[in-house]
């Protein structure tokens, strides 16, 4: 398997994630971002964008579409349930990571590059996580189990400590954050080290 990555690419991050908690040998293609995304010949997403999964000639883009497939493959119903109900769990944090928290995260973290949060973005954050917050177990993952929401969710947050939020009005997702960032096949995802802040 190829995985085209970057190390500061989130939704990369979450494809790392999934591939080392399965012992899942790969190798990393480093890409380039912050280029013009723009459908390009000689970039294997038709959107210019990372990640990409090559598996033997199969090429998937779309970072959740590659955690479900991925789990499937290696028939891990753990970590993606073939139970209808149990399974549109799994997928409802996933989109609400991508739909409803993704959207509101990004100008917050956009700012923060530029040194200075808007308090009209941070407070869409703040109510999207504070949906987040409503929707997910109470005990250190999205759905109940260590799921593939569980990658997406380290992926997409383990920034947010360094945003100028007090993150114990979310105390579901502060415990989140806790057991997904510091196990250990997210730290090799990272490449052995924590995100500050994480
Ligand atoms: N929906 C896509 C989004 C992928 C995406 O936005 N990737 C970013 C990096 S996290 C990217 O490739 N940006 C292009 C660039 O910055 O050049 C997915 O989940 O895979």
Known sequence: ??????????????????????????????????????????????????PVL?????????SNTILRYVADRERRDDLYPRDP?????????MDALSFQVRGALWP?????????VSPAHLADLERALDGFEML??????CTGTFSIADCAAAGRLCHLGELPL??????KITRLLTELTTRPAF?????????PGA
Not at 108 to 116: C, K, L, N, Y
């Open 1 to 50: 398997m190829r995985l085209f990555d970057h190390p500061e690419s989130s939704n990369a991050l979450k494809v790392r994630f999934l591939l080392h908690e399965l012992n899942l040998e790969h190798t990393l293609v480093p890409m380039s971002l912050g280029g013009d995304s723009a459908p390009r010949g000689d970039h294997p997403s038709p959107f210019g964008l990372i």
């Open 54 to 62: 090559d598996d033997d000639g199969f090429v998937l883009t779309e």
């Open 85 to 93: 109900r149990e399974r549109a769990r799994v997928d409802e944090r």
């Open 108 to 116: 917050a973290e956009v700012d923060a590059r530029h040194g200075d």
């Open 136 to 141: 997910i177990a109470d005990n250190g993952t």
């Open 166 to 171: 007090d993150l114990g009005r979310w105390p």
């Open 187 to 195: 730290v090799r995802a990272l490449g052995g080290a924590l995100p």
